[in-house]
């Protein structure tokens, strides 16, 4: 009996350690296929798209034998579609085309990210239950087992420490990924307001009036702390004060 116990403990502990190694590997790969796929979104030109949608897509290639000996399905399927959807970017003839698979793969490949840590948490809490149930069966025992069972309870409190650990990534994961999405929201905001600071002053140039140029405002509130309705908020008023300047200087030019 105390045998068979010991080779159940064994079987458990190295399928959870080995299920767990491929876990960790595939969410390496995923995680990086994720970081590839936005620097393709975020690229301006149609080659450095296809650049980084291939290294993406390499990525998740590599993540696809991992993910299958993890045992997350949903992680799987994400991350096929992700594949389907760069695979077409090569042979995109256009900027636009192209970004368009790539915003759809960058939208699947965080689910992905996703999935793959929470198969993580499921696995360590299966592991936790089948070990308890194990120790459960040898009450009967127990003078035999407790230095089995003082190493089984350490591994226990490694276990669900383990598993809070999970929880807390899989939390960091979705708080970093709304930071990035405030970042790109704040860097197109700041770009089209340059822009739109380079138009106006060119427009008054050719119009020719005697103004200061036109500059944006100094700002000391840090909007990448504030909500993303707060930021759309904060940048629509900023290019609304920019626009009645640039009119107030054009109608100084009739004068």
């Known amino acids: 009996m105390k045998h068979y116990y010991f ?9 959870f350690n080995a299920q767990t190694a491929n876990c960790d590997e595939a969410n390496s790969y995923l995680v990086n296929a994720y970081s590839h796929v936005k620097d393709a979104y975020e690229a301006n030109n149609i080659s450095h798209l296809k650049y980084y949608a291939n290294r993406s897509l390499e990525a998740f290639k590599l993540s696809k034998k991992t993910l299958k000996d993890c045992g997350c399905e949903a992680a799987l399927k994400l991350s096929n579609k992700s594949i389907d959807l760069l695979a077409k970017v090569e042979d995109s003839e256009t900027y636009e085309d192209g970004r368009f698979f790539v915003k759809r793969a960058r939208d699947l490949s965080k ?3 996703i999935e793959i840590d929470k198969c ?7 592991a936790i239950d089948d070990l308890q149930v194990a120790a459960a069966d040898e009450t009967n025992e127990l003078s035999d ?27 960091q994961q979705e708080e970093k990924a709304l930071q990035l999405e405030k970042e790109q929201l704040i860097m197109a905001y700041k770009t089209a307001i340059a822009s739109n600071i380079k138009s106006y002053n060119e427009a008054l140039k050719v119009s020719g009036c005697n103004h200061a140029a036109l500059k944006e ?5 840090d909007v990448s702390t504030k909500s993303i309705e707060a930021i759309k908020k904060h940048y629509i008023n900023t290019l609304k004060t920019l626009g009645s300047k640039y009119l107030s200087q054009l109608n100084l030019c009739d004068k």
């Open 145 to 171: 087992l407790q230095k089995e069972q003082l190493a089984l309870q350490k591994q226990q409190e490694a276990l669900k420490l383990k598993a809070a650990e999970i929880k807390n990534r899989l939390a």
């Open 120 to 126: 993580a948490y499921s696995n360590t809490a299966d």
């Open 111 to 113: 689910e992905s990210v």
């Open 7 to 15: 080779l159940l403990v064994l079987a458990t502990t190295l399928n």
């Open 217 to 221: 405002a100094g700002t000391t509130i």
